[in-house]
């Protein structure tokens, strides 16, 4: 190819007069419309565009190495003229062939409105965020709000002013993972990972005045060994409910009702005595199995009944940790109710998951049965 595009192929000049030039540059002008008969392909096109224009082979460099360069001063003028009117020739066909290719090339991809659009996945809720939803839902209904807490916590909010002391044994019951180097704060400052939803009760009184009525859900952490039934990171929902005239039957009253919801009102809730250093009196409730109905299966461990959360009455205790910032936090004038669920227990309840860990897995083989 590069043999046809060389200086050897441009043919002498005959002479320097305006018609010998016109007779040549006519020449070149017919081998430049025949070579762009076919130019039907952006492919073509380019060679085309190298066959002519190209910077070290192109037959217009060839052109103007054999005829310009040599050319007599008093004739350069008239071949220069020239030489612009075919670079103008070469340069027209260049952009004719160019939209024609575009538009054939428009012809082969025309859309077909009539087809289905390729609609974007919309993806499905995590099983956990799911029952999360599920379980604000259901509060919301009955004029909780909503609210979230730091996960960096103080031992403050963490520990003391729900009425854990320093030291006291209940504080073994959460096992902590603190924040490093943090020995020379005094302990109250001193940061960790929160162990539980509580914290966010103390921080939402002391933000505002009574009446409350809320749900905290969120991730908490503890230093466990993860195996089929423990994650170091795993979630719970908090409830709070403060006024006056808050009594143990409220209590009682709204969990029965959010149980009835969450699993179905042949739900059964029971209460048991417990112990909570910020609750008192403090409960576990159970509710009926909602697999078997109360008559005992594997699920159930054939009790019949399922624990599934901690609950009582803000110790007055805890009142007062609170009115460092909020005097009308007065536990004469007001009481309340507390509560607080694991989600990814209930989560995996519900959707008969048997190991915590894939609810963290990001699997999508195991996300997308939930679609
Ligand atoms: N924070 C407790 C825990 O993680 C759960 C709990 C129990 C929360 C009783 C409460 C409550 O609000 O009243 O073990």
Not at 18 to 43: G, K, R, Y
Not at 252 to 265: I, W, Y
């Amino acid at each position: 190819m590069s043999e046809t595009l060389s200086g050897e192929s441009i043919p002498q000049l005959s002479g320097y007069s305006e018609a010998e030039l016109d007779q040549a540059f006519a020449a070149i002008s017919s081998e430049v419309a025949a070579s762009a008969a076919a130019l039907a392909t952006p492919e073509s096109v380019e060679a085309f565009r190298l066959q002519w224009l190209g910077r070290k082979q192109g037959r217009l460099k060839a052109i103007s190495d054999a005829w310009l360069k040599s050319a007599p001063v008093e004739a350069k003028k008239l071949i220069g003229q020239r030489f612009n009117v075919l670079k103008a020739e070469i340069e027209q066909q260049l952009e004719n062939a160019g939209n024609a290719s575009a538009s054939s090339a428009l012809e082969i991809d025309v859309i077909d409105i009539s087809l289905p659009g390729t609609g974007a996945k919309p993806g499905a809720e995590h099983p956990l965020v799911k029952t999360l939803n599920e379980l604000v839902a259901i509060f919301a209904r009955m004029g909780y709000s909503v609210g979230v807490g730091p996960e960096v916590e103080t031992d403050f909010y963490n520990f003391e002013s729900l009425n854990f002391p320093p030291g006291h044994p209940a504080r073994d019951t959460q096992d902590t993972l603190v924040v490093a180097a943090q020995e020379q704060k005094p302990l109250r400052e001193r940061l960790l990972m929160r162990t539980h939803t509580s914290p966010v009760q103390i921080r939402t009184m002391e933000q505002q005045p009574p009446p409350v009525r809320i749900v905290i859900p969120g991730k908490v952490h503890r230093n466990d060994a993860a195996d089929a039934t423990h994650s170091p990171i795993f979630h719970q929902i908090e409830g709070l409910c403060v006024d006056t005239n808050i009594t143990f039957s409220d209590l009682k009253g709204t969990l029965d009702h959010a149980m009835k919801e969450l699993f179905g009102s042949s739900v059964k809730t029971r209460f048991f005595p417990s112990f909570f250093p910020f609750t008192e009196p403090s409960a576990d409730v159970q509710i009926s199995c909602p697999f078997c109905g109360g008559k005992g299966c594997r699920k159930c461990k054939h009790s019949g009944w399922i624990e599934l959360l901690g609950c009582g009455m803000v110790d007055p205790a805890v009142f007062g940790f609170v009115q460092e910032k909020q005097p009308a936090y007065d536990p004469k004038k007001i009481s309340g109710f507390a509560f607080g669920m694991g989600i990814d227990r209930i989560a995996m309840m519900k959707y008969g998951i048997s190991d915590i860990g894939l609810l963290y897995s990001g699997d999508v083989r195991f996300l997308e049965q939930f679609a």
